[in-house]
C-alpha cells in the first residue's frame, strides 16, 4: 500500500494518457534530426541542382553585361530583362526549394508523425514567467541541450580537421589549374565537403532520437495512483459495476422465475439441481431451458413448480447434464434428445392419466440414454 501511494511515477503510461498529450502537443519530437535531414537535403540539392544554377547565373551574368545603350535607358526594356533573368532562376531555385522542403518535413515527421494541436499553439503565461525561464535556462532539459551543442561541436571539428587532411593536396592544387576549371574544382570540392559535414550530424541524430522517445515516456510515466483513477474514470468505479451486475443478475433471476409457470417439467437432482424444460409439440425447436438454478435457487423452482402444479421429475444425471451444457433459452442438446425425450413422453401420458384419458404410465428408466462425455 505505501508503495502504491508513494507518488512515483512508475507506471508505463496508457494509451488513454498518450492520446491526451498528443492532442496538447506533446509528443516526441528531435530537432537535431529535423536539422540533419534539411541539411542534408541542401546539400543534395545542391549537387543536382547545382549546374543548373550555376549555368542561369552564368547566362544572366552574361545578358547582364551585354546591354546595349537603348536597353540600359529604356525602362521598360530593362523591366522585360530582368524579368527573363528572374524566368531562368526559378526552375533550379524551385527544384532546390522543393528537396529542402520534402526533406524538413520528413525529418520533421519521422519522430512522432504529424500532429497539430491548438492548444500547444495557444499562448502561455509561465512561457512569459522569469521564474520558469530561469528553471529552464538551468534545468536538466537545459543541460541536456549543452552537452549535445559540445557534441555537435566536436563531431564537426573533427569531421572538418580529417576532410581537410584528406583533401589538402586537391585544394592546394587549385591553384595550378586553368581557369574556369578550377572555379568548378573548388565548387564541387566545397559541395562534397558540406554533403560530409552535413552526414557527420546522423551521429547526433542518432544519438538525440531515441533520448527524445525515452525522456518523453518518462515524462509520461504516471503513479499507481493515476493509473487507478484513470480506470475508474473509463470503466467506471468496481463498486458501481458490482452493483449493476447484481442488479442485473436479480433482474435476470426474475425474469427465469417469472417462466417457471410455464414450463413443461422440471427435472431435479433431486437435491442441488434443478432444471425447467419447455416443449411446443406444435414448434420446430426443441425442448428448451427457461430456468435453472443449484441449491436455494433449486428449491426455489421447485416451490414455484409445485404452486403452479408443474411436474417434477427426479433424474439426477439429466438434471446435472441439463445445468452444465445448456444455457437459459438455449435448445436441449441434441446428445440429450433421447433422455429429455422419455422424460417428456412419462409427463405427457402422466397428464393424460390425471385427466382420465388414458392408464398410468410405467415408471421413468432410472438409467437414461446420457452419453459419456454429458455426465457431470
Known amino acids: 500500500m505505501a508503495e502504491s501511494d508513494s507518488g512515483e511515477r512508475t507506471e508505463q503510461p496508457t494509451a488513454k494518457k498518450l492520446s491526451?498529450?498528443?492532442?496538447?502537443?506533446?509528443?516526441?519530437?528531435?530537432?537535431?534530426?529535423?536539422?540533419?535531414?534539411?541539411?542534408?537535403?541542401?546539400?543534395?540539392?545542391?549537387?543536382?541542382?547545382?549546374?543548373?544554377?550555376?549555368?542561369?547565373?552564368?547566362g544572366i551574368m552574361k545578358r547582364l553585361f551585354s546591354l546595349n545603350r537603348q536597353e540600359a535607358m529604356d525602362v521598360h526594356a530593362l523591366s522585360q530583362v530582368i524579368s527573363d533573368a528572374i524566368t531562368v532562376l526559378i526552375p533550379p531555385l524551385a527544384w532546390i526549394f522543393v528537396i529542402i522542403m520534402l526533406a524538413a518535413f520528413i525529418g520533421n515527421t519521422l519522430l512522432g508523425g504529424m500532429n497539430f494541436?491548438?492548444?500547444a499553439a495557444a499562448p502561455k503565461a509561465n512561457k512569459l514567467s522569469p521564474i520558469a525561464g530561469f528553471k529552464r535556462m538551468f534545468g536538466v532539459q537545459a543541460m541536456v541541450?549543452?552537452?549535445?551543442?559540445?557534441?555537435?561541436?566536436?563531431?564537426?571539428?573533427?569531421?572538418?580537421?580529417?576532410?581537410?587532411?584528406?583533401?589538402?593536396?586537391?585544394?592546394?592544387?587549385?591553384s595550378k589549374e586553368a581557369i574556369p576549371i578550377n572555379f568548378a574544382h573548388a565548387v564541387e570540392l566545397l559541395l562534397w565537403m558540406f554533403f560530409a559535414l552535413t552526414l557527420s550530424l546522423?551521429?547526433?541524430?542518432?544519438?538525440?532520437?531515441p533520448y527524445q522517445v525515452w525522456n518523453h515516456n518518462r515524462e509520461l510515466k504516471m503513479t499507481k495512483q493515476e493509473v487507478k483513477d484513470e480506470m475508474k474514470n473509463t470503466e467506471g468505479s468496481p463498486e458501481i459495476k458490482g452493483r449493476i451486475r447484481k442488479t442485473q443478475y436479480e433482474m435476470s433471476?426474475?425474469?427465469?422465475?417469472?417462466?417457471?409457470?410455464?414450463?413443461?417439467?422440471?427435472?431435479?437432482?433431486?437435491?442441488?439441481?434443478?432444471?425447467?424444460?419447455?416443449?411446443?409439440?406444435?414448434?420446430?425447436?426443441?425442448?428448451?431451458?427457461?430456468?435453472?438454478?443449484?441449491?436455494?435457487?433449486?428449491?426455489?423452482?421447485?416451490?414455484?413448480?409445485?404452486?403452479?402444479?408443474?411436474?417434477?421429475?427426479?433424474?439426477?444425471?439429466?438434471?446435472?447434464?441439463l445445468y452444465y451444457t445448456t444455457e437459459l433459452d438455449e435448445d436441449v442438446p441434441e446428445q440429450l434428445f433421447a433422455a429429455v425425450a422419455q422424460v417428456l413422453a412419462f409427463v405427457f401420458q402422466l397428464d393424460m392419466y390425471k385427466k382420465g384419458q388414458s392408464s398410468r404410465p410405467k415408471a421413468l428408466a432410472k438409467n437414461l440414454p446420457i452419453p459419456d462425455d454429458y455426465r457431470y
Open 20 to 58: 491526451e498529450a498528443r492532442s496538447k502537443g506533446q509528443i516526441a519530437r528531435s530537432k537535431e534530426l529535423g536539422t540533419m535531414f534539411v541539411l542534408v537535403g541542401s546539400a543534395v540539392s545542391l549537387m543536382f541542382t547545382g549546374g543548373l544554377l550555376v549555368d542561369a547565373l552564368k
Open 117 to 119: 494541436s491548438w492548444e
Open 145 to 174: 541541450e549543452f552537452i549535445k551543442s559540445l557534441l555537435k561541436f566536436f563531431v564537426v571539428a573533427i569531421t572538418s580537421y580529417f576532410l581537410l587532411y584528406g583533401l589538402f593536396e586537391q585544394i592546394l592544387g587549385l
Open 202 to 209: 546522423v551521429i547526433i541524430a542518432v544519438v538525440d532520437a
Open 253 to 321: 433471476q426474475r425474469r427465469m422465475m417469472a417462466e417457471v409457470p410455464n414450463a413443461d417439467v422440471v427435472i431435479t437432482n433431486p437435491t442441488h439441481f434443478s432444471v425447467a424444460l419447455k416443449y411446443d409439440v406444435d414448434g420446430s425447436r426443441a425442448p428448451i431451458v427457461i430456468a435453472k438454478g443449484i441449491d436455494e435457487m433449486a428449491l426455489h423452482i421447485r416451490k414455484i413448480a409445485k404452486e403452479h402444479e408443474v411436474e417434477i421429475i427426479a433424474s439426477p444425471a439429466l438434471a446435472r447434464s
